[in-house]
């Protein structure tokens, strides 16, 4: 029985060659879409799996109560180390610093590599499995560092790296204390290196004071609960250490679980709530949609070529097959050629992940050992084929055989009723689809052209490395003079970051406003570097005394309510500042978030970027040769690294371009998969109106008038799709857009434009075979009659 149900559906496969072939392409086009969006969503649940505690594993967030709601942050006082480490459930307590690149120096050999400092239980919270070394290095001795095997390999060669001596930043020789694995892809920490965290507090001496600052959020922290230990308790119990040891606080401390850091980590009202989730939920609609597209293809082009097998039914049922027999016969042909689908699907995956990992910035692959990759292929494959297969056979299997062999099938209305609704359901979906990738577009284009407050061109930055802040008087004078800069200045963070969090106390105010700012120290010229535009008062300048100078943006002024700020008084921590300047807002850190309130102090020995103008007069090329020539000469131990701040300010929307293109390229193949079946259903229309096409030529319709015939059905039907899709489409990307606090209003014409081009990508296709169908010669149409 089975032999002959598989030679049965062969034979109906390659007799309707065409029919047969945009099935099998259009199940395959679904499949390959599912197969590249799941191996995604499964790459962005997996981050951090391979942690042996990653279920009581918290990063610190501080909670502060503002008069816009509940604010958020990840950077923390260090004085939570010492705090925290006293709670009885919290078994242990690793500061860090926000990582960064180093230079290690072993021989001649000279590489940038990432790192973090950290405190010396890192190891044994987080799985990094150790391959030279004791089990867990503890980074306690801050003359040590642990590095990954690439990293070994890089400086070692073959040869064992443990006990070896590593220069860092050329200042300080440590000895390598232990080497790990690779940190995998999907980790929320990747690093090249380890140094203890004793170590940053020999290097930075202001690290040993930020043990005391309460009110300096510089740092990222993350505890280890006790097995069985309630979460929720333990935050009830410290979440008010902050104010124990800072007046006048809201701050309070709050933890974020590490499975959640990845998908939840956007703050609301002081609640972890949402993150990149939204796009893996997206996503996973997307590729449902696109199966269901799929999907319903075969089912319109198998019920619209039931005549055709119509006494095939009526012979079985004659000769005793009852109707279960007959759906299941039919179900397996379709689970025969899903089967097939998706075997082509896999092989067409494997020959276009290559690309498609470009596309998504990863290393994805299909681990064919896994047996959760069998287990969910099968379940898409047995989805996909009684998805598509279960409408047929329940239609095919309801024909009257005593009808059927006298030649009275009438399909009618109860056979093209149901494949106008698929054909709707399908451009339904394909319609929101494109509403979805114009929207996105709409927004990024939005986040990219918003004023920054500061001008990106000729603009670089260069690390405050080795003997760079020794020499920056120097260094500043040659650029100057050798004519490839324009101005120059330094920093304690580039222009599109900010590293460093303060309280700021002033006089009137109230309690529940927020303390908490932004903090960025210069030297000399930054506004004038920068291009920012400054509103009242003046830049900081070397004819003044400005070490108890502050300038703030014009945020921080209309949230103090300062009406005439010049001149008045700003404390944080123990010093009191006089406000000299008020900037325009600049966007530092997120595009799409309100400016923070943000202010900057005179301070040339917190520097950790040089930023340079470079000049207009003289080829780019010709400056950044100058350029590298001068920090050569002053900072030789360290190769001439430089990052231009466009390229910065174009990064903060990789995440989101990288979205808009995968949106992009997925409503473009539903499209193809709708086209595909409606390229079907419209040769299979214009076979079956053939003698009427035949009789309406003779009577002297033209080419144009059957063209109209044969459109206007499904231009309608796309019409009705398009009704319907409009408000769903324009509701869900406005629940998108409602996670952005600078955002678009979605215009009346990006919802019509996504109706009009489906319509005409449609009528294309539809029209191709009415043409077709109207040149025809008429005497062969009516040769029977």
């Known amino acids: 029985m089975f032999r002959s149900y598989f030679v049965i559906a062969l034979r109906s496969l390659l007799k309707n060659g065409v029919y047969s072939f945009i099935n099998i392409a259009g199940l395959s086009i679904g499949m390959v879409c599912t197969i590249f969006i799941l191996l995604w969503v499964a790459d962005e649940r997996s981050w951090d799996n391979f942690h042996e505690k990653k279920n009581r594993l918290y990063r610190v967030h501080i909670n502060a109560l503002g008069d816009q709601g509940i604010q958020t942050q990840r950077a923390v006082p260090l004085g939570l180390w010492e705090g925290l480490k006293e709670e009885r459930d919290i078994a242990h307590v690793v500061p860090t610093d926000w990582g960064r690149d180093y230079l290690l120096t072993v021989g001649d050999k000279k590489f940038y590599k990432h790192g973090y400092y950290v405190a010396e239980d890192f190891l044994t919270m987080f799985s990094f499995p150790v391959v030279q070394g004791p089990p867990a290095p503890q980074l306690t001795d801050p003359s040590t560092l642990v590095i990954t095997e690439s990293t070994a390999r890089a400086l070692f060669g073959n040869e064992p790296a443990l006990g070896k001596v590593v220069r860092v930043d050329d200042r300080v020789d440590l000895k390598v204390s232990g080497v790990i694995k690779d940190v995998p892809n999907n980790s929320t920490f990747v690093f090249d290196c380890l140094l203890p965290f004793s170590t940053y507090m020999i290097r930075e001496p202001w690290t040993k004071t930020a043990l005391s600052e309460w009110g300096n959020s510089s740092f990222n922290m993350y505890v280890e609960f006790a097995e069985g230990a309630d979460p929720q308790a333990i935050e009830d119990r410290v979440k008010g250490i902050i104010k124990k040891h800072e007046a006048n606080t809201t701050a309070e401390v709050t933890f974020l679980p590490m499975e959640r850091w990845r998908l939840y980590g956007e703050f609301k009202e002081g609640k972890s709530a949402t993150g ?30 039931s005549e055709r097998r119509a006494r095939e039914v009526g012979i079985r049922k004659s000769v005793g097959s009852r109707r279960k027999d007959l759906i299941f016969q039919f179900l397996g042909e379709t689970f025969f050629i899903t089967l097939l689908a998706f075997v082509i699907a896999l092989g067409l995956a494997e020959s276009l992940l290559p690309f498609y990992n470009l596309l998504v910035d990863k290393t994805l692959f299909i681990d064919y050992g896994n047996p959760w990759l069998w287990l969910a292929s099968f379940g898409v494959i047995v989805f996909t084929a009684f998805l598509s297969g279960s409408y047929p056979a329940l239609y095919l299997s309801s024909f009257r055989p005593a009808a059927v062999l006298k030649g009275r099938l009438q399909t009618g209305k109860d056979g093209s009723t149901p494949r106008k609704v698929m054909v709707i359901g399908q451009f339904f979906f394909s319609i929101v689809l494109i509403i979805s990738t114009a929207v996105i577009y709409q927004q990024l284009n939005h986040l990219r052209t918003r004023p920054t407050g500061y001008d990106v061109d000729r603009l670089i930055t260069i690390g405050a490395n080795g003997d760079i802040p020794k020499n920056f008087d120097a260094i500043k004078r040659d650029l100057l003079a050798s004519g490839a800069a324009e101005s120059v200045t330094k920093s304690s963070s580039p222009i599109t970051s900010i590293y460093g969090f303060v309280d700021v106390v002033w006089p009137g105010k109230f309690e529940d406003q927020r ?50 700020p010049i001149g008045e008084k700003l404390t944080t921590g123990d010093r009191t500042y006089t406000v000299v300047g008020v900037t325009e807002d600049v966007i530092m850190a997120y595009p799409h978030r309100p400016v923070d309130p943000t202010i900057v102090v005179y301070d040339p020995g917190w520097v950790t970027d040089v930023t340079v103008r470079l000049s207009a007069s003289q080829p780019i090329g010709q400056s950044m040769t100058r350029i590298e020539g001068v920090f050569k000469k002053y900072n030789p131990a360290y190769p001439f690294l430089y990052q231009f701040t466009e390229d910065e300010f174009n990064r903060k929307f990789t995440d989101m371009q990288r979205i808009g293109r995968l949106a992009n390229v997925f409503a473009g193949l539903a499209i193809l998969i709708s086209c595909l079946g409606l390229f079907g259903l419209a040769a299979f229309t214009a076979e079956q109106r053939t003698k009427e096409i035949g009789i309406r030529k003779v009577l002297g319709a033209t080419i144009s008038n059957v063209v ?31 996670d952005y606090d600078y955002r678009i209003s979605i215009s009346w014409w990006i919802i019509a434009g996504s109706g009009v081009l489906t319509l005409l990508l449609a009528l294309v296709t539809v029209i191709f075979q009415a043409v077709k169908a109207a040149k025809a010669n008429p005497v062969k149409s009516l040769r029977s009659e």
């Not at 939204?278 to 590729?287: E, G, K, L, Q």
């Not at 108890?548 to 209309?558: G, M, P």
């Not at 499904?714 to 409602?738: D, H, S, Y």
């Open 276 to 305: 990149t989730i939204v796009y893996v939920r997206m996503f996973t609609i997307i590729a449902i949609f696109i199966l269901v597209i799929a999907c319903i293809n075969f089912m319109n082009l198998a019920t619209a070529r």
């Open 515 to 564: 303390k908490s700012f932004a903090v960025v120290g210069t030297d000399y010229d930054y506004t004038k570097t920068l291009h920012v535009k400054m509103l009242q008062g003046r830049d900081f300048s070397p004819t003044v005394n400005d070490s108890l100078s502050i300038i703030i943006n014009e945020t921080a002024r209309d949230y103090i309510g300062f009406k005439n």
């Open 708 to 738: 109209v015939l044969l459109s206007t059905d499904f231009t309608r039907l796309i019409l009705l799709a398009f009704v319907f899709a409009a408000p769903l489409g324009w509701w869900f990307m406005n629940q998108w857009l409602a």
